[in-house]
């Protein structure tokens, strides 16, 4: 054994071995509380998609959500309809088409929360009848209120109108109970597919009935923690539902990667010094310690969302951070009490032809089929490097031509009512008459400003009309403007541009679909390099605290980029371009999630670099041993090769089942994340990292002197080799 291995210092040995005293002397103790709180938590928790806010993409500094605020604190009211209720007539031009239409008025006027009813009787307006004349729409105001209240409100009226043949209701209100329903459905069908699939692989992998069980088992431990910590945080901050989705398969996957290692290297250690506290101590000073920097790399990655002022991005990171430092917290303390426990009977229950696998497989390690694929990459390493990259970079492709959309009724499926209303709309009725421009002014519905000032938007391009003036509180104005295109079309939004370069002598604010959008978009664009810094950062100080290398982090920023590129260029392929639409049920907007993009390169970023730390873990471990580079790398990736891979598809499976879900954009969560992790683990870490790690040689490991020795005060020593 090198004098590597034997001069760690006291102090940092004893962080781990302690915990391993702590945990083999209370084992039973641990797994009680672990038991109780998983009561209390499935208790508690399994209610916390009931308290969550709807989707949240908007800024609250930017104009279009200012002038909502300014306009509803005037008037009391919300600016736009959060309900539409869309009524079958017969024809409009009738008697009994205006009692109808008067009759589903009234009973809309008196449910919880609403303060104004419009109809085509009262506005006269001829845009609310369709072009057939056979059905015309309702909208319903309420009073000023959060996005959850009016959620509530909306869920209220739905079961009102569940049964009203002639009546179908839509609107953002609507539309975000339904998703809220869907999400929670949705859940419980993805939790369904992919568990029994995980307890397969898990078999499959461990060789071990006992074993195979301990991954799921964790990951389950986690989701339900994780929920019931969820709902504490809700009660301090808004919390979007959609971090529900993320956080399961998140915290799953996550609790399986971490158990598949602990368990591994708590085998491995096991079948040379027994199965007792040594071969713990020994697990959690390696292994362990290898966890938790990896959560932590991820944990940072997602956090930084929370830089973002958008609740849906800013919920995703807190969800996520929540998630992975559970995971962790549960792989260094329940686990090994379980490992404890067990004993030898963590090798129970192992088929007789699993057993010959696992045999085969305790061959030393120049043997295994990474080894020599290993040696076979680091044999012509340019050649792979160019190939490999060659693949990554066309896979991105796709990405140069990407385009955005906000989230609207279409997210849902054709089945629901919100996505029937919002398609009626668009089709049956004067184009573009739902996604009003809302102008919101600092000046009297009557004074003669504000009549100039509405001629004058009137003249813009592509306006095809603008309301009267109409009151806002004692001294302001609400005009709605209608565009000739459709909102988010290049017309529409230079509209909104040509307006708000206005600049009357009294306030002028801009809301409204398209406002929302180009505001959303000017928000993540001002705040994602700070994010992107914050990961990069990030990554870099947690890798070099690893491996005391400065070359090493930079080398994984450059393959998470081309991991990154090669997913989002996927995704760009599936969902904007519309292929697979058929395989993965979903009709193509023909564009992306304006927030999926920068959501998915944060969780991205963390979950590629989650199996690089793995890798490298072992490779460091090796190379302080002794061992030169080319053998360091080819021993790294054969004692990693199997169970990165298992844990990459069990990760994948986890994550993955999301592609299920009836919401487009969790399509988008679940397919994107579940490739970020199969492409780390396979291109980049079968092919990438061994080539070019042969290419640098002792480059790999360089840091200058004041590096150097602040890594040998901070950094991360493993326990050594087992055997």
Known sequence: MSSAQTTERPERVQITDRLSQFVYAHCRGILAGAVLLAAVSAVFGFGVAGRLDPFGATDPATQSVQATKRFESATGRR????????????????????????????????????????????????????????????????????????????????????????????GDGVANAQVNKLVGTGLAHAELLAFPIIVLLSILFFRSLVASFLPPLLGGLTIVITFLVMRLVSELVGISVYALNFVIGLGLGLAIDYSLFIVSRYREEAAVHGFGPLALARTLRSAGKTVAFSAITVATSVASLC????????????????????????????????????????????????????????????????????????????????????????????????????ATAQVLPASQSARQVSDAVNRSFTANHGDPVDLVLGSPAGAPATVTLR??????????????????????????????????????????????????????????????????????????????????????????????????????????????????????????????????????????????????AAVGFGLATDYGVFLLGRIKEAHDAGLKNHDAVAQGLERTGRIVTAAALLFAVAIGAFVTSNIVFIKELGLGAALAVLIDASVVRALLVPSLMTLLGPANWWAPAPLRRLHDRLGLRDGGPAG
Do not use: C
């Open 79 to 170: 600016i736009e309809p959060d309900v539409i209720a869309l009524v079958r007539v017969g024809n409009v031009a009738t008697a009994a088409a205006h009692a109808r239409v008067q009759r589903v008025a009234s009973q809309l006027a008196r449910q919880p929360g609403v303060v104004a009813v419009q109809s085509l009787y009262t506005t006269r307006d001829p845009a609310m009848v369709s072009l057939n004349r056979r059905l015309t729409y309702i909208d319903v105001f309420y009073r000023s209120a959060s996005d959850k209240q009016v959620q509530r409100w909306a869920n209220v009226l739905t079961k009102r109108f569940a049964h009203a043949r002639y009546v179908t209701l839509g």
């Open 307 to 406: 830089l973002f002022p958008q609740e849906f991005l800013y919920s995703m990171g807190i969800a996520g951070a929540i998630a992975a430092l559970l995971a962790m917290t549960l792989a260094l303390t329940v686990l090994p009490a379980l490992l404890a426990v067990l004993g030898p009977w963590v090798n129970a229950g192992s088929p007789r032809f699993l057993a010959r696998a696992a045999e085969r497989e305790a061959k030393p390690m120049t043997s295994g089929f990474w080894y020599r694929l290993s040696h076979f990459v680091m044999r012509r390493p340019t050649r792979v490097v160019m190939v490999a990259a060659t693949v990554l970079i066309v896979l991105g492709s796709p990405l140069l031509g990407i385009k955005f959309t906000p």
């Open 455 to 600: 001629a004058a938007i009137a003249r813009l391009p592509g306006v095809a009309s603008v309301t009267a003036p109409a009151p806002a509180g004692s001294d302001g104005t609400i005009l709605y403007a209608f565009t000739r295109r459709g909102p988010l079309a290049p017309q529409s939004k230079q509209l909104v541009r040509a307006i708000r370069a206005l600049h009357p002598a009294f306030y002028l604010g801009v809301a409204g679909t398209t406002a929302s959008f180009l505001d959303l978009e000017s928000s993540l664009k001002t705040h994602l390099p700070l994010v992107l810094g914050a990961v990069i950062v990030a990554t870099l100080l947690m890798l070099f605290l690893m491996t005391g290398s400065v070359v090493l982090p930079l080398k994984a920023i450059v393959m998470n980029a081309l991991t990154l590129s090669a997913m989002l260029g996927i995704l760009v392929w599936v969902f904007q371009d519309g292929h697979l639409q058929g395989l993965l049920s979903f009709n193509s907007e023909g564009a992306l999630d304006a927030t999926m993009p920068v959501f998915l």
